[in-house]
């Protein structure tokens, strides 16, 4: 059924239409009056389900378009056997995505990436702007120790000693003993105060060192910082106790989603860190929408002051080829960054290429005095060559770019798998609207005039 | 048929006057890197009126910042750069600003890199360029069933890269132009944009070689080039629309990636016709002198 152009064109003209319906604008108000009836409706694409399978169709866009946050934080493993950093990365990672999603930001990216002998993690946060915050959100070791003083004086109730680092050592008692922490206030004074509650390991664990040190001071650290040193009144067996300190509402608050969360079992710093406004990524959009009308208008013309009504066909199948595009990143979720934006742009340049090929051979095989039936579809042939060699160098290059494997030794930053990504999909699409697309227009609509 | 053959000088000379400046100033001042590569924080600030960038380095330095670079990015936007810096320095900085000019001001990008991350950025990119010409060399050699056209191709491609990076060089000297990702990005895509040309030229060489085997090489160049040099001025052309709107009219951001992608698109397609190919004829000339001889 390939064989007869009408059928192909018809395929095409169904595909095309699916296409309009899955490339239809996010939330766009349509409103106009028609022989008085007026239309007012928001437009969406649509969802589509499948097979138990749903998709909503929709643009995602990066954190420098949509605006938001971007941090790398690298684990520092030092203190890590090599064959635990692996399990020891994972682990932070979906310690830190329990924290991102406890905050409640939408559509959070945790991703991990290792490289020779650097562990990090990469957070996106859209929509997040303050990336102090969102440091102190994920990053916050809240590395929960408690210590006992190394001096038996010092640990009298008596002789109240500041407890430090120094004067202290752990008591064997650490975050990853807890099982759940809360936001409570104290009975007697109505100050916030943080209720802890303790796994049957470290309810065991907890008795013990109470016991132990009935009448002493028993120092609660939260990353290395002293926050309180109760005296120990009597052996906790329960498994429950409260951490108070110089609490706010606030802080008690957040120190108990960072217990709950858990405490991360490596300590991780920022070494990267990237913040965009909302407004400033908007601007960016319109910007580069305009830019790329602008230009994709002037090709057109000049695709038809070129090549005249078949300059009319490439710019006919170049719609298709933005349409097919298009709706490709939506359904394969392709995230558009501004340079995505710009190797999209750049793969329009490099889909009229295809055509311009073709064209060239077809005037060729006009001037060998080939009737232009024959001209046509030779020049399909003949081109055919140079366009998948081209192309394949560009294919390849842009795999090296996009870096599927995840290769610790080539670049993986977003920026550039943004701009490889839509680089790769425009040239696989450009070659099948360049040849396929174009032939079936041409044999449908295109007669030379004898 | 346009003898093209016969202009080797002249192919050479352009080339040369093109890439000689370009080299030099890599050799001298070399390239401005951006925080991606030296590390440091870039802050792009919205001032509700233009400050003058004298008062922005003077307020800066009243507290205790240090700045690279400051820079005028429309009116009332300043990118701003410097050593690594942590929030609150910069919340005071932002106040100051406020007050000395008397007007509000709003950071609307805030980007912080580490020094480590800009190493690994150059050895990963030097990494994806060896990769990627050397996997370009061998489908080409494959393809063409010649390791000569492979060499040739690459040749051309680092001309295309040089003259991409010492137009860099020479941007960075006069206009303060810096190289960061995106610039690797352009950097990359160059390469493949060389090769796409070439392999156009070099794909009509091969199929009239293959056609004719007792006809003259340079004469086989020579109608090549003919046939494809319009459609290498049409598809650079169409190209070139696309990324010139996208300079004028897109963002600050993307700006000199686009330029970068632009030198690399033009001297893409000079170089398939003027380099590329007059590598291949110089080296056919030379084996038939070393045959004959």
């Known amino acids: 059924m390939f064989k007869n152009p009408k059928r192909v064109f018809i395929l095409l003209f169904l595909l095309t239409i699916a296409l309009v319906i899955i490339d239809l604008p996010e939330n766009y108000r349509l409103k106009f009056t028609l022989f008085g009836r007026t239309v007012d409706r928001v437009i969406n694409p649509p969802t589509i389900r499948l097979f138990g399978w749903t998709k909503q169709i929709q643009t995602s866009l990066g954190l420098d378009l949509a605006g938001g946050s971007h941090v790398v934080l690298e684990a520092d493993m030092k203190d890590i056997k090599s064959s635990d950093r692996g399990s020891a990365l994972e682990s932070a990672k979906e310690v830190i995505e329990r924290r991102v999603n406890f905050f409640g930001v939408a559509e959070p990216v945790v991703q991990t990436s290792v490289s020779e002998n650097s562990y990090r993690i990469i957070v996106e946060l859209p929509g997040v702007s303050d990336v102090e915050r969102a440091i102190a959100l994920i990053g916050q070791t809240a590395l929960l120790d408690f210590r006992e003083f190394t001096t038996p004086e010092e640990a009298t109730a008596g002789a109240f000693t500041f407890p430090t680092l120094d004067n202290t050592k752990s008591a064997g008692i650490t975050g990853k003993d807890l099982s759940s922490a809360r936001l409570s206030f104290s009975q007697n004074t109505g100050e916030p105060e943080v209720a802890i509650e303790f796994t049957s390991d470290g309810t065991k664990k907890f008795g013990d060192v109470t016991g132990r040190l009935v009448g002493k001071a028993l120092a609660i650290f939260l990353d290395s910082v002293p926050l309180t040193a109760p005296v120990v009144q009597t052996a906790i067996t329960d498994g429950k106790a409260v951490i108070t300190g110089s609490f706010t509402r606030d802080t008690a608050k957040t120190l108990a989603l960072q217990l709950n969360a858990g405490a991360l079992p490596v300590p991780v710093r920022p070494v990267e860190e990237r913040t965009v406004e909302a407004t400033l990524g908007e601007e960016s959009v319109a910007k580069s929408i305009r830019a790329g009308a602008i230009g994709l208008g002037l090709v057109a013309l000049f695709m038809v002051l070129q090549y005249g009504r078949l300059g009319l066909i490439a710019d006919a199948a170049l719609v298709l080829y933005g349409l097919l595009t298009f709706a490709v990143f939506r359904l394969l979720n392709v995230t558009l960054t501004l340079p995505g934006i710009a190797g999209f742009l750049l793969s329009i340049g490099m889909a009229v290429d295809s055509n311009i090929l073709i064209f060239e051979r077809y005037k060729e095989e006009l001037r060998m005095g080939k009737p232009w039936g024959i001209a046509i579809e030779q020049a399909f042939g003949k081109a055919w060559d140079s366009i998948r060699d081209a192309n394949f160098t560009t294919i390849i290059t842009s795999l090296i770019l996009y870096n599927p494997g995840n290769w610790g030794f080539l670049p993986s930053s977003g920026m550039v798998r943004g701009f490889a990504a839509t680089l790769l999909i425009g040239v696989v699409m450009s070659l099948f609207t360049g040849i396929v697309v174009t032939r079936t227009y041409i044999r449908v609509f295109y007669k030379e005039r004898a | 048929m346009i003898r093209f053959s016969k202009y080797l000088w002249l192919y050479a000379l352009i080339s040369g006057f093109v890439l000689i400046p370009g080299i030099y100033s890599l050799i001298r001042f070399g390239l401005k890197p951006s925080i991606d590569f030296s590390g440091g924080t870039l802050l792009e600030y919205r001032m509700s009126q233009p400050v003058s960038q004298a008062v922005i380095t003077d307020v800066a330095a009243a507290s205790g910042i240090a700045l690279i670079s400051v820079q005028q990015s429309g009116s009332g936007s300043y990118l701003i750069r410097m050593k690594q810096e942590e929030k609150p320095k910069i919340e005071g900085l932002t106040v100051s600003l406020e007050r000395s000019a008397s007007v509000t001001a709003t950071i609307v990008r805030h980007e ?14 030097l990494y994806a360029a060896l990769f990627a010409v050397s ?28 003259v991409v990076l010492g137009s860099f060089s020479l941007f960075g000297r006069f206009l303060g132009v810096e190289v960061d990702t995106l610039f690797v990005t352009a950097f990359l895509t160059t390469m493949s944009f060389s090769v796409h040309d070439t392999i156009v030229v070099f794909d009509r060489i091969r199929e009239y070689t293959k056609r004719d085997r007792s006809r003259h090489f340079s004469d086989i160049c020579d109608t090549a080039l003919t046939e494809t040099m319009n459609r290498s001025l049409t598809n ?23 330029v970068a992608l632009l030198i690399g698109t033009v001297s893409g397609t000079y170089s398939s016709p003027f380099v590329a190919t007059p590598i291949l004829l110089l080296w056919h000339r030379l084996e038939k002198r070393r045959t004959t001889a």
């Open chain 2, 236 to 258: 650079s052309f169409t190209i070139i629309f696309m990324l010139v709107a996208l300079v004028l009219m897109g963002g600050e951001t993307t700006k000199w990636f686009v």
């Open chain 2, 135 to 162: 996997a370009i060399l061998l489908y080409i050699a494959w393809a063409f069933k010649n390791v000569r056209f492979g060499v040739a191709a690459v040749i051309a491609l680092l001309h295309d890269l040089l």
């Open chain 2, 112 to 125: 912080t890199v580490g020094p480590i991350l800009g190493r690994e950025l150059l050895t990963k990119a």
